[in-house]
Nanobody, 129 residues
Framework: VQLQASGGGLVQTGGSLRLSCAVS????????LGWFRQAPGKGREVVAV????????YYSDFVEGRFTISRDFAKNTVYLQMNSLKPEDTAVYYC???????????????????????WGQGTLVTVSS
């Protein structure tokens, strides 16, 4: 499975960006897909997740309703729409795919980086103040 992330860039505080992640190599619909980010000097943290089975979504608390994760089966692509960006959103953003299958608890999600099997190369988002 290969993942190709794109859409990062420089934006002012309050601006918007849409990240895209094209997935190829295996059946797109069988993976939970996540967006993670890593700021300089910090660990990688989950931003949002969308499950393959139901399309349900998870967002980290810091998102505060500003971001939306979505997927397009026809294009084998997952998106992260980011609005009302803040300087603290500055990071390299990574898309990832987990092949671990559906969790028993429908309210559970894969949120740890080590639960993901495939990673894109990352795209840099810089939010200026």
């Amino acid at each position: 499975v290969q993942l190709q992330a794109s859409g990062g860039g420089l934006v002012q505080t309050g601006g918007s960006l849409r990240l895209s992640c094209a997935v190829s190599g295996r059946t797109f619909s069988r993976y939970d897909l996540g967006w993670f980010r890593q700021a300089p000097g910090k660990g990688r943290e989950v931003v949002a997740v969308i499950t393959w089975s139901s399309g349900s979504t998870y967002y980290s608390d810091f998102v505060e309703g500003r971001f939306t994760i979505s997927r397009d089966f026809a294009k084998n692509t997952v998106y992260l729409q980011m609005n009302s960006l803040k300087p603290e959103d500055t990071a390299v953003y990574y898309c990832a795919a987990s092949a671990r299958g559906t969790l028993t608890n429908p309210r559970s999600y894969y949120t740890a980086p080590n639960q993901y099997d495939y990673w894109g190369q990352g795209t840099l988002v810089t939010v200026s103040s």
